[in-house]
């Protein structure tokens, strides 16, 4: 074992890092009273082995094995506040998605209604929910084997033959990029390996719950490998829906991934990748809990107004008002079709002074909803769909070297993303007893079959020069700054036509100084109002970090960390407010990049003595966060 400090100290000076070291782990352990704590199982030499992982070297036995700063390195090595779940890990808990990681890893908060409607926090800073317009951005950044995945849908699926999830807390704009303010999600798949393996796995459960996941690996020659992957999820629905007979809510997933790997020496690798998933449940609703009182008057409220459409022949009754009998009359078709898959291919050549990688990569996401946005037998609501396709292209070139003071990491990054979605909104029969009020509220044919059809697209164009650099003042001390240089560009075309229950198309707008709308079409208009707007903008950005870290002793790692980074712009596609004009606000088309300003102080230790493979960290971190329109 080497010594803690410097050999020409001896034993005397081993002995006193010894207990510095002891004295700093006791701090750290009354910190932990007041901070959370993290512990995973080291990656084994074998998995690092599988990897591409150098096992010869001592960082790689019985220690965990990042990628965080895009260079391999020990988890305790790297100076943020990181966590680290590995592949046991996620089978032994059942933890088959990032909705399911938010269990095992501090900090991370992950909310979804469906997969387009999916916020990611950490830190409680990232996306507020309920945030669905495509031309803003998430707060952080998901990566698949390297690959940014833009839209978090990605989070839904399950994981597949997924070897170590990191992540990592706090800004990470440098190496990882916009859109990162509050951290980032790092997931490493397994690779081919020249050795053969395989591995398989049938889970069965209540609400027959059924997954089966299977991976094999091995070589085709002794320069090239090969490894596939597949899974396959199903679950009978929560709730009985009594107008379609149907349970729902329920699971039906299928995944599958293929590698290829190219080896001709040992200096240069060339590994080709696909992957495929769907979903295509029964879904989704909810259940009647109670009714929640509004400021509305009686007469207005939820109960007066079914026994108003009763004693019109409505005759309409919930089918419990028991939630536990989990029992829904939702009669608007369901759907909640996804599709999300693509291909990649990353070269990593060792060029002796220094290492090259390459990451080309396109991915594309399809997804067909179709929703009951009254969640009733009642047909307020009649139709609601927002089916979107995206298709995303990334190009990264990074040059990393590591020498005896000075690491570094410079790169270049391209990324082109386009997004269409066809809306549709109709009213249905009981729309105008809802909506309206007085003799409106009595006459169907007022908002029946009113309809909203909505078109957009956008388009994303973003591309950045970057660098960190580590130097090592000494065998302790180490300042680490970086810098990331961001150009993008988003343009938008959203435009909505609405038409009557008779097929016409209606028009809102109202001349300068003529007069207000009124009866029938000032009703329909103040359900949906037709717009176009073609949005555009762009923007550069400069973020940059400084980190100081100092190793007090073995296992013993304090830092401190100074952030700017920024969300990117963004541009509004879900319809402007309107003027006293009745006319699109356009001064809110387009939203200003949000800048962020972080400070971080932390210290990262390994108890027991490093009997137990755990790694804790405690830190202390403050953002500033400020949007201008």
């Not at 059924?210 to 009978?236: C, N």
């Not at 299928?254 to 190219?262: D, H, K, P, W």
């Not at 998933?277 to 609703?285: V, Y």
């Not at 402007?576 to 932390?602: C, I, R, Y």
């Amino acid at each position: 074992m080497p010594t803690l400090l410097s050999p020409k100290g001896g034993a005397d000076s081993e002995t006193k890092g010894v207990i510095m070291r002891h004295f700093l782990l006791a701090g750290a352990a009354i910190a932990a009273l007041a901070t959370p704590a993290f512990a995973q199982d080291a990656t084994p030499a074998a998995d690092a082995a599988a990897q591409g992982f150098d096992v010869d070297s001592p960082r790689a036995n019985g220690e965990i094995i990042v990628t965080a700063r895009r260079r391999q390195e020990t988890a305790q090595e790297v100076p943020l506040a990181i966590s680290v779940v590995g592949a046991n890990q996620i089978e032994s808990t059942g933890n088959f998605n990032i909705l399911k990681l938010q269990q095992l890893a501090p900090t991370l908060q992950v909310y979804s209604s469906n997969p387009r409607n999916t916020s990611v926090n950490i830190r409680g800073l990232g996306v507020p929910f309920g945030l669905t317009s495509d031309g803003f951005e998430q707060g952080v950044g998901i990566y698949v084997d390297d690959v940014y995945n833009s839209r978090v849908a990605a989070a839904v699926f399950d994981f597949l033959d997924v070897n170590q999830v990191e992540v990592l807390r706090g800004p990470q704009g440098t190496l990882y990029g916009k859109n990162t303010t509050a951290g980032a999600i790092n997931i490493t798949t397994n690779q081919p390996t020249f050795d053969f393996e395989g591995r398989a796995e049938v889970t069965a459960g209540n609400l027959n719950f059924k997954q089966a996941k299977a991976a094999v690996s091995g070589p085709l020659s002794d320069k090239v490998a090969v490894r596939v992957a597949g899974g396959v999820t199903s679950r009978r629905g929560t709730l009985y829906n009594t107008i379609s007979k149907q349970y729902v809510n329920e699971q039906d997933n299928l995944g599958v991934r293929g590698s290829l790997l190219f080896k001709p020496n040992d200096d240069l690798s060339i590994t080709l990748s696909g992957d495929y998933s769907k979903q295509d449940p029964e879904g989704f609703t909810t259940v009647f809990v109670r009714v929640g009182r509004t400021q509305r008057a009686l007469s207005r409220q939820y109960d007066a107004l079914v026994a108003a459409a009763n004693a019109a022949g409505r005759n309409y009754g919930l089918p419990s008002r028991n939630p536990y009998d989990r029992l829904s009359d939702t009669d608007a078709n369901l759907n909640a079709g996804n599709k999300i898959g693509g291909a990649s291919i990353k070269v990593n050549w060792d060029l002796g002074v220094g290492k090259f990688t390459s990451i080309t990569a396109w991915r594309y996401w399809d997804w067909k909803p179709e929703n009951d946005r009254d969640f009733t037998g009642l047909s307020i609501v009649a139709k609601s769909q927002n089916p979107s396709q995206q298709d995303q292209y990334s190009q990264e070139f990074r040059y990393n070297y590591e020498g005896e003071r000075v690491d570094f990491v410079v790169g270049l990054f391209g990324f082109k993303q386009r997004i269409d979605t066809q809306g549709t909104e109709q009213q249905g029969i009981d729309a105008s007893r809802w909506s309206l009020t007085g003799a409106q509220a009595n006459d169907p044919s007022i908002l029946n079959g009113l309809t909203a059809t909505n078109t957009q697209y956008l388009k994303s164009t973003s591309a950045a020069l970057f660098g960190q650099a580590a130097w090592k003042v000494n065998d302790k001390l180490t300042i680490q700054p970086g810098v990331r240089l961001n150009y993008d560009k988003k343009s938008g075309f959203y435009q909505r036509v609405v038409t009557n229950g008779a097929g016409a198309v209606i028009n809102c707008t109202v001349p300068p100084g003529g007069p207000a709308l009124t009866g029938n079409l000032a009703a329909q208009c103040g359900v949906y109002q037709p717009q176009l707007t073609q949005p555009s903008a762009s923007k550069w950005n400069f973020t940059y970090d400084l980190n100081v870290n100092y190793k007090f002793a073995r296992g013993v790692l304090g830092y401190a960390t100074y952030a700017k980074t920024f969300k990117t712009l963004g541009i509004n596609q879900n319809g402007l407010p309107l003027t006293s004009a009745n006319v699109p606000d356009l001064t809110a088309s387009t939203v200003k990049p949000e800048s962020v300003h972080h400070f971080e102080v932390g210290l990262k230790t390994q108890f027991w003595d490093r009997r137990r493979p755990s790694t804790s960290a405690h830190s202390a971190q403050a953002s500033r966060i400020s949007r201008r329109r």
